[in-house]
T-cell receptor
Framework: AQSVSQHNHHVILSEAASLELGCNYS??????LFWYVQYPGQHLQLLLKYFSGDPLVKGIKGFEAEFIKSKFSFNLRKPSVQWSDTAEYFC?????????????FGAGTRLAVHP | DGGITQSPKYLFRKEGQNVTLSCEQNLNHDAMYWYRQDPGQGLRLIYYSQIVNDFQKGDIAEGYSVSREKKESFPLTVTSAQKNPTAFYLCASSIRPGQDSYTFGSGTRLTVV
């Protein structure tokens, strides 16, 4: 079955620390990949996306992600986190089931950044 | 501004009652989705619709029902058959399913008392 795995469920960092959140997907075909973020009390919003081309994708707020096809991975990175990055992060990719498209999400990673 | 409106934001229901969650979009998107979010489980797909008058069950459709009579509206009914309905429900839409990112509403938190 098509699925997305996020390895870290809870991450705690101090401000200015570097961040890397793991994401692996199980799908061998053409892949589109997304990272969404949910800040406390807010709705889910798109952080970045990969459709094709340069495997290093840059998103909003200094985030980036690298698509490594051989590892089925799409890890999210940020060189220096801020307190305002405290949020829950979801990796996702669209899958086809019964001729219909749907977005499959990972379990999410809760990031807490301490001042 | 275009977007998705979910209402109400908070909803309380007694056991044994059906309740309907509203989702309206003015983005002219064909596809709409309902997800359920529980701590540590991410988002799980309940129902989705790619076109008016058509919808498909997602991974956890039992105890839920939907309708898609208009392009803009995709209401979700949580029936009394849903064994564990207390959760955060998110509605989303997209232009081209599988090829574009989704736009999400702000969610409805349902609590069964």
């Amino acid at each position: 079955a098509q699925s997305v795995s996020q390895h870290n469920h809870h991450v705690i960092l101090s401000e200015a620390a570097s961040l890397e959140l793991g994401c692996n997907y199980s799908y061998g075909g053409t892949v589109n990949l997304f990272w969404y973020v949910q800040y406390p009390g807010q709705h889910l919003q798109l952080l970045l996306k990969y459709f094709s081309g340069d495997p290093l994708v840059k998103g909003i707020k200094g985030f980036e992600a690298e698509f490594i096809k051989s590892k089925f991975s799409f890890n999210l990175r940020k060189p220096s986190v801020q307190w305002s990055d405290t949020a829950e992060y979801f990796c996702a990719f669209p899958a086809v089931s019964g001729g219909y498209n749907k977005l499959i999400f990972g379990a999410g990673t809760r990031l807490a950044v301490h001042p | 501004d275009g977007g998705i409106t979910q209402s109400p934001k908070y909803l309380f229901r007694k056991e044994g009652q059906n309740v309907t969650l509203s989702c309206e979009q003015n983005l002219n998107h064909d596809a709409m989705y309902w997800y359920r979010q529980d701590p540590g489980q991410g988002l799980r797909l309940i129902y989705y619709s790619q076109i008016v008058n058509d919808f498909q069950k997602g991974d956890i459709a039992e105890g839920y029902s939907v309708s898609r009579e208009k392009k803009e509206s995709f209401p979700l009914t949580v029936t009394s058959a849903q064994k564990n309905p207390t959760a955060f429900y998110l509605c989303a839409s997209s232009i081209r399913p599988g090829q574009d990112s989704y736009t999400f509403g702000s969610g409805t938190r349902l609590t069964v008392v």
